[in-house]
């Protein structure tokens, strides 16, 4: 026992060390518009601002919904002012996952396979990108491992209590990403199968009441609709055009996007392991295979029939397939007397933080609305490409600055509000004379040459009317546009 807890920290902190990124690496927030609205909706409501983001001044629901972002919330308290905050709370749900692939494949093949199992999922790429960005992907995985080892826990005498953990898991991983309550199948049939069918499914139904129920309340304070979801609200996928349904059409760049030799290696390690458990370890296996076969396999033949997120979407899959791969690696060893020893499991693990660990990426983003926030005067106009639910936030105390879009393809401009009206207002390369007027008048009129360079659409248009003087000495892409002389005083 003493030697398995040792061996459980050894793997918590290897996994640690794997997964982490700093807050200042994922500020960039990669992913729109889910994880720009559910940071921005986080550190507000850390703020005690409410759960929402802000465009043009307007108040927004995110569109991930309510329960993301209150995942976060946490994160930002305790890192005030930080845009890159939330990946820590994804970090402990992504160790979380880690520590529950242990127990599974301990429980399948002993130590060895729980070490196994556990770095074959923190190993992975796509848990490793998850795991660093602000999405929901990662902690929604973790917590259906974690329901998966409860129900592991209580699959052999159907106990109503390990059910009921196993399905609270599921129902918050279910609140992260709807598509996670296809989970909840395996838990009501082992029930079922097990002649206990009323523990399954007040196990099941109690948890979800709690969740639909919650979920409407919020649908109805936002929306006036308990049925309308913050997706219908949005109608967008991912923006500017209609949310689609399922469709075979997208199983070909579904596809695609999971052609890869890790996914092809773990897809054919995961199905060689199930085999080898299976055989060799008949009833611990069967929970782990249930809850793949019931539940996470046909959540990815959704998502397959669904637009196309990338390898990451189908994490509980792969991540359930490593454990199995795992085990059956370690239930291919020998039954010699080193099997049993730690060292050389523990060895393994921490070879496993040395090699090959991912490095920081650079925020392009947040270094430019940093510098940008050090720039931009009071009541002045900012033309820019970075998205204004994102860049908001910097400018807040920069009373009365407006952020005007370049283009239609910066992120709102294309969507139109309630009444019709443009959500993040006129954009630059379609208000030419207007931004002009502004500047004749003296309004400080300012370019990010960060998202919009020289010899883009927008700055020609900008340039054909107003002169660059030069840039900020507090932003070097932060550049002053002015009348042409003799104009700066001319009347409307």
């Known amino acids: 026992m003493r030697t398995t807890l040792l061996l459980a920290v050894l793997v918590a902190a290897v996994c640690t060390v794997r997964l982490f990124r700093t807050p200042w690496s994922a500020s960039g927030l990669a992913g729109e518009p889910e994880s720009v609205e559910s940071a921005v909706a986080a550190r507000r409501l850390a703020e005690g601002r409410g759960l929402s983001f802000e465009v043009a001044g307007q108040a927004l629901p995110p569109r991930t919904g309510s329960w993301f972002p209150a995942a976060l919330a946490p994160a930002h308290l305790a890192l005030p002012g930080e845009p890159g905050a939330g990946v820590l709370a994804v970090l402990a749900f992504s160790v979380a996952g880690c520590l529950s692939a242990f127990a599974l494949g301990r429980r399948m093949a002993g130590d060895w396979g729980g070490v196994l199992a556990a770095l074959a999922v923190a190993c992975a790429p796509a848990f490793g990108a998850a795991a660093g960005s602000v999405r929901p992907e990662a902690p929604s995985a973790a917590l259906l491992l974690l329901g998966a080892c409860a129900l592991a826990r209580g699959w052999k005498h159907v106990e109503w209590r390990w059910l009921a953990a196993s399905a609270l898991c599921v129902v918050g991983a279910a609140a992260l990403r709807p598509l996670c309550a296809w989970c909840a199948l395996p838990i009501g049939l082992a029930g079922l199968h097990r002649g206990r069918a009323w523990a ?293």
């Open 200 to 492: 399954g499914i007040g196990a099941l139904a109690l948890p979800f009441a709690a969740l639909v129920g919650a979920t409407a309340l919020w649908n109805f304070w936002w929306f006036g609709d308990p049925l309308r979801t913050a997706r219908a609200f949005w109608g967008t996928w991912p923006d500017g055009g209609p949310l689609p349904g399922l469709s075979a059409s997208f199983v070909p760049e579904g596809l695609r996007e999971l052609a890869s030799p890790w996914v092809a290696g773990i897809a054919a390690a995961g199905a060689l392991g199930a085999w080898r458990v299976r055989m060799a370890h008949r009833e611990a296996s069967a929970p782990v295979l249930a809850f793949a076969l019931l539940g996470a396999a046909p959540m990815s033949v959704q998502q397959l029939l669904s637009p196309p997120e990338g390898a990451a979407a189908h994490l509980p899959l792969l991540a359930l397939l490593g454990v199995l791969a795992g085990a059956g690696v370690a239930s291919l060893l020998p039954e010699k007397p080193w099997r049993a020893a730690m060292p050389l499991p523990a060895a393994i693990a921490s070879l496993a933080a040395l090699v090959g660990t991912p490095r920081e990426a650079i925020p392009v983003r947040r270094i430019a609305a940093d510098g940008l926030a050090r720039a931009v005067p009071r009541g002045a106009v900012l033309v820019t490409g970075i998205n204004p639910a994102y860049l908001g936030p910097f400018l807040a105390g920069r009373s009365g600055a407006t952020i005007v879009p370049a283009t239609r393809e910066v992120a709102y401009a294309r969507l139109r509000g309630p009444c019709g009206r443009p959500l993040a207002g006129p954009v630059a390369d379609e208000s030419i004379p207007a931004i002009e007027r502004l500047a004749r008048r003296g309004v400080p009129v300012l370019v990010d040459t960060s998202s919009v360079p020289p010899g883009s659409r927008a700055w020609m248009a900008l340039t054909s009317r107003l002169r660059p003087s030069g840039a900020s000495r507090r932003c070097a892409w932060a550049v002053r546009l002015r009348p042409p002389a003799g104009l700066a005083s001319r009347p409307d």
